[in-house]
C-alpha cells in the first residue's frame, strides 16, 4: 500500500513538472502566459502517466543513456500518439495538430517533440527521478496518505469541471450550426470577417424592418447568440492552450466560437 501512494505522488509530481515544462515552451512560442493543458491546474496527467512509464520500464537501464534516450523516445511517442486519438475519438476533435512539421505521423506526433522527449527522458532517470524518491522517502507515511488523498479528490474535481465545460462546448456549438442555417435561409451569408455579437446584430437589424416574420426570426436568432457568447473561462482557457483544436463535424462554428468567446462586445 506504501508503494501505492509513492508512485501516485510520483504521479502528482511528474504531471506538475510537465506542466511547468509545457506552459513555459509554449508561453515563449507564444509570447505570452498560456495556460497549456488538458485541465484547468497545474497538472498534465499525460506526463504524470508517461514518467511512470518510463521508470518502470527502464529502472534496469540506468547509466545506459542510448537505450533510455532510445526506449524513453519510442515509449513516450507511443503514449502522445495513443492519447491524440483517445481523445479525438471522445470528444471528436483533435487537440494538437504537427502536419506542418517534418516527419510526423498522422499529425499526432513529430520528430521534434520526440527528440525532446528522449531528452527529458535522460534527465528523469538520471538525475530527476533519484532526487524524487529521496525527498518521498522523507515523507512520513500519515502525511503522504493525506497529501494524495487530497491531491486525487481535486484531480477528480478538475476533470469533471473540464468534462461540464467540453459538454456545454459542444452545445455551443450545436446553436452555432443553428445560427449558420437560420442565418442562410433569410439570406445572409456566413461570409462575416469577424462573426461577432455586433457585426451579426448589424445584419439582422438591416433586416428586421422587412417584415414581421423576419424581425421574428431575427431576434431568435440574436438569442442564440447571446446563449453561445455565454462566457466561460474554462472553454476559453482550453481553446487558447489548443488553438490548433479542429472539430471533426464542426471545424466552422469551432472557428466561429472562438471569435465570439473573444468578442469584448457586453
Not at 142 to 148: A, K, N
Request: charged share 20%.
Amino acid at each position: 500500500m506504501d508503494l501505492l501512494y509513492k508512485y501516485t505522488l510520483y504521479f502528482f509530481i511528474y504531471a506538475f513538472l510537465g506542466w511547468c515544462c509545457e506552459t513555459i515552451y509554449c508561453s515563449i512560442g507564444n509570447r505570452k502566459v498560456t495556460n497549456r493543458g488538458f485541465l484547468n491546474g497545474p497538472i498534465c496527467p499525460i506526463y504524470g502517466l508517461g514518467a511512470l512509464t518510463v521508470v518502470f520500464m527502464l529502472k534496469g537501464y540506468t547509466g545506459d543513456i542510448v537505450v533510455i534516450f532510445t526506449m524513453g523516445l519510442v515509449m513516450t511517442s507511443a503514449l502522445e500518439y495513443a492519447t491524440g486519438t483517445i481523445l479525438e475519438f471522445l470528444f471528436h476533435s483533435t487537440w494538437w495538430d504537427y502536419s506542418n512539421r517534418m516527419f510526423n505521423i498522422n499529425g499526432r506526433v513529430c520528430l521534434k517533440n520526440s527528440i525532446l522527449f528522449g531528452i527529458m527522458s535522460i534527465l528523469l532517470m538520471e538525475i530527476i527521478h533519484p532526487i524524487v524518491v529521496n525527498i518521498v522517502d522523507t515523507i512520513n507515511p500519515i502525511f503522504m496518505y493525506l497529501i494524495v488523498t487530497v491531491l486525487m479528490i481535486y484531480l477528480i474535481t478538475d476533470i469533471s469541471i473540464t468534462l461540464n465545460a467540453l459538454s456545454k462546448l459542444h452545445y455551443k456549438l450545436d446553436r452555432l450550426e443553428e445560427i449558420i442555417e437560420d442565418l442562410s435561409n433569410i439570406d445572409i451569408q456566413v461570409k462575416l470577417e469577424r462573426f461577432t455579437e455586433e457585426n451579426l446584430s448589424k445584419s439582422l437589424n438591416n433586416l428586421r424592418h422587412k417584415d414581421e416574420k423576419i424581425k421574428s426570426k431575427s431576434n431568435e436568432i440574436y438569442n442564440k447568440i447571446l446563449n453561445v457568447k455565454e462566457k466561460s473561462k474554462v472553454q476559453k482557457r482550453l481553446l487558447k492552450a489548443f488553438p490548433n483544436m479542429n472539430h471533426k463535424n464542426k471545424n466552422k462554428g469551432l472557428k466561429y466560437l472562438k471569435q465570439i468567446l473573444k468578442d469584448k462586445t457586453k
